[in-house]
């Protein structure tokens, strides 16, 4: 069943937890960001503009969910206090540190999440997966957030980059749509897909600066697709290649998952395959951590191994093409990742919902380590 959560901010309550080494002074202030219906990187940039620093000069440790009411810890570089107070955000000091704020001093996040729209069999349902959850803990799968740049038409960029078709890797950059794209841009792109390599027709309707400059360079060179691609940022092409990575990790698990188990599996639909789940204890997958795929990934044993080359061989890739990169601007960094996590301080509490009249609103209460999704958590409940 697909349930509904994030009806409104106040359904998603996230507290970061960290380890923050403040001290008496130093040259980074530390603040606690609280905002409500705000995405963090953009809420950084308008920071930016108001109190007129550089990017370089606010650090956090990881990015919020815009449909959340989420409080977390940023680091600014100035000898000035900048407390700030709106209606959909605050900015709070909480004293100096001597280094930015980073991943590494987070340790996890604390929950608040209500589930709306219930039944009464499905208040039962969520009783057992909870006690499951208690139990066995959750397969710790990267959650669709994470794929908003996942193509269904077309695939992955990250995938075609590695197989070096770079001409279908230009195409998804260009006309992947995405659901919170705007309709003027999803028509856009749709005319970019129906008329691809078509350059000057493309030219016309190009809006971005991006678009403009990529086919009138098209227009001149119509074969420097792999130029062209040299010219995405950094960050943009890390951000595609980090999908492509968590989509293969998550296809690693969900096929161990598979083979230790008996069907029916636990299932709760995905964009991008489907999340399998364990129904009980197994101490092998607790214990079980997993690279993320990479020139350098580390496979714990000969069964991760051969799971491991045949996802991989099923995709079309060798491992040697992570380092035969034909675009020098990002790489695909491997990092170890635990396959089941567990909730800390489970509990919940079921009342009638306000909003849909007749149902019932579970809402629950739980912390979770850095890097690991609540929205997994619910998954697991409700699969």
């Known amino acids: 069943m697909k349930v509904v959560i994030k009806a409104r901010p106040q359904d998603f309550i996230v507290e970061e937890i960290a380890a923050l080494p403040l001290s008496p002074k130093g040259p980074f202030r530390v603040y606690l960001l609280t905002k409500s219906g705000r995405n963090t990187v953009e ?8 109190f ?11 990015r919020k969910d815009r449909h959340s009411l989420s409080s977390q810890y940023i680091a600014i570089k100035s000898p000035k206090l900048m407390e700030a107070k709106q209606d959909d955000f605050s900015l709070k000091f909480i004293g100096f540190m001597k280094r930015p704020m980073g991943p590494d001093l987070i340790q996890g996040n604390k929950f608040e999440v ?32 994470r794929f908003g740049s996942f193509d269904d038409r077309q695939g992955f960029l990250a995938e075609k980059v590695l197989k070096q078709e770079f001409n279908g890797a230009l195409k998804v950059y260009l006309t992947a749509i995405n659901p919170a794209d705007k309709k003027e841009e999803k028509e856009r792109k749709k005319f970019f897909f129906e008329h691809w390599k078509d350059w000057k027709a493309c030219l016309m309707p190009a809006k971005t600066r991006y678009e ?17 691609l040299r010219k995405i940022s950094r960050k943009e ?28 599996y636990k299932i709760y639909p995905g964009i991008a395959g489907d999340y399998v ?72 509490t079921v009342v009638q919902d306000e909003i849909y009249p007749g149902k019932k609103k579970l809402t629950l209460r739980f912390s979770l ?10 998954k697991a409940i409700f699969s």
């Open 212 to 228: 403009r400059e990529i086919f009138a360079y098209l227009t001149q060179k119509p074969n420097a697709i792999l130029e062209v």
């Open 237 to 264: 092409l890390s951000m595609h290649f980090s999908t492509y990575q968590a989509y293969l990790w998550n296809e690693i698990l969900r096929r161990i998952i598979i083979s230790r188990l008996h069907k029916p």
């Open 114 to 145: 209500t589930v709306r729209k219930l039944s009464a069999a499905d208040i039962k349902k969520a009783e057992s997966g909870i006690e499951g959850v208690n139990e066995a803990g959750f397969a710790n799968y990267f959650d669709d957030q």
């Open 43 to 50: 809420l950084i940039q308008e920071l930016c503009r108001k």
């Open 277 to 348: 789940f364990c129904s009980s204890k197994d101490d092998y997958l607790e214990d079980l951590i997993l690279s993320v795929p990479g020139s350098k990934a580390q496979l714990a044993d000969k069964d991760v191994e051969a799971v491991y080359h045949k996802v991989l061989a099923d995709r079309g890739i060798k491992q040697s093409a992570f380092n035969k990169l034909k675009l020098r601007q990002a790489f695909f960094k491997s990092f170890a990742r635990q396959a089941l996590v567990k909730p800390q301080d489970l509990d919940f």
């Open 52 to 62: 007129n620093l550089s990017r370089d000069a606010i650090s956090y440790g990881g």
């Open 369 to 378: 380590p850095r890097a690991s999704f609540a929205t997994m958590l619910v």
